[in-house]
């Protein structure tokens, strides 16, 4: 078993930065890969991002291309979601997501077993 817990999550102004943390228990963290998705009031949950196991491979999505970093630290037990240059349409509560059973990167949501709870990012403008 897997249990994953989001953190670092609050209120920014448009163009700012944060930096969320996915900090992991239960199952060796480096044998799966892990996602970070994102749920917005009244909209489906949709993708964000996505890293390897061993974070050699990463994917995103169009809307946060070139704003927003994945990362992990296996040895840490912790996945990382940097963003910069936020926009008030990113407001949502993120979630990371553990997905063992594939060796390619997903960005479905039923592909992925185990959610941590979420944490809220609000962004004015």
């Known amino acids: 078993q897997v249990q994953l817990v989001e953190s670092g999550g609050g209120l920014v102004q448009a163009g700012g930065s944060l930096r969320l943390s996915c900090a992991a228990s239960g199952r060796t963290f480096s044998s799966y890969n892990m996602g970070w998705f994102r749920q917005a009031p009244g909209k489906e949950r949709e993708f964000v991002a996505s890293i390897s196991w061993s974070g050699g491979r990463t994917r995103y999505a169009d809307s946060v291309k070139g704003r927003f970093t994945i990362a992990r630290d296996n040895a840490k037990n912790t996945g990382y979601l940097q963003m910069n240059s936020l926009k008030p349409e990113d407001t949502a509560v993120y979630y990371c997501?553990?997905?063992?059973?594939?060796?390619?990167?997903?960005?479905?949501?039923?592909?992925?077993?185990?959610w941590g709870q979420g944490t809220q990012v609000t962004v004015s403008s």
């Open positions: 997501a553990a997905d063992w059973a594939r060796q390619t990167l997903s960005n479905w949501v039923r592909d992925y077993s185990t």
